[in-house]
């Protein structure tokens, strides 16, 4: 039977693994498709011999992701820039629309974000109740000695670390 959504289709989000370097092509080529395309981009100063300057670059590196019927996998695949999707249990894994929601909306904030790879242990089931982020859910864990809310993004492994105040989290 096949997932259909309200609007007729089966269009699922999909982590896609990209080249190194290489997620702002792939994104631009995938959007040129007409493939609805996600790239969590954020400012960061970088600092050369001669200057400093303010670049957008990808949260997640090597990492894109495509809101797709299972039909359209080739069309992304044979992309420029694009290395694979990512699997789970011997399928593409996918991930919730509210997970990409949630995502979007750390994005156009002014939060301080971290993504990190580490295996960290689980927390404290909270919900975020004032500012931007209410009605977010995640954890709040112990990391570098600070208490910090967590945002876990298991279909690629990575846990974004979201520095936020207490006094907007409560205790699910």
């Not at 969590?40 to 949260?59: A, I, M």
């Not at 909306?105 to 689980?122: C, H, I, K, R, W």
């Not at 279909?155 to 699910?172: C, D, K, M, P």
Request: hydrophobic share 35%; net charge positive.
């Amino acid at each position: 039977m096949m997932d259909l959504k309200a609007d007729g289709t089966n269009k699922r989000w999909y982590p896609v693994y990209t080249h190194p370097r290489a997620e702002k092509k792939a994104c631009e080529a995938l959007a040129g498709k007409k493939i609805e395309v996600y790239l969590p981009l954020h400012r960061q100063l970088k600092q050369w011999s001669d200057r400093k300057k303010w670049v957008e670059e990808p949260l997640i590196k090597s990492y894109l992701f495509v809101n797709i019927a299972p039909h359209e996998q080739g069309d992304v695949l044979m992309t420029k820039g694009i290395s694979r999707f990512l699997y789970f249990s011997g399928k593409p894994a996918t991930m919730p629309t509210s997970q990409i929601t949630e995502l979007k909306l750390l994005m156009a904030g002014p939060y301080e974000l971290e993504v990190t790879e580490d295996n960290l242990q689980p927390g404290e089931k909270i919900k975020v109740k004032a500012g931007a982020l209410k009605g977010m859910t995640g954890e709040i864990i112990s990391h570098k000695s600070q208490k910090q809310f967590i945002l876990r993004l298991e279909s690629i492994g990575q846990s974004i670390i979201v520095h936020t105040l207490a006094s907007y989290i409560q205790r699910i």
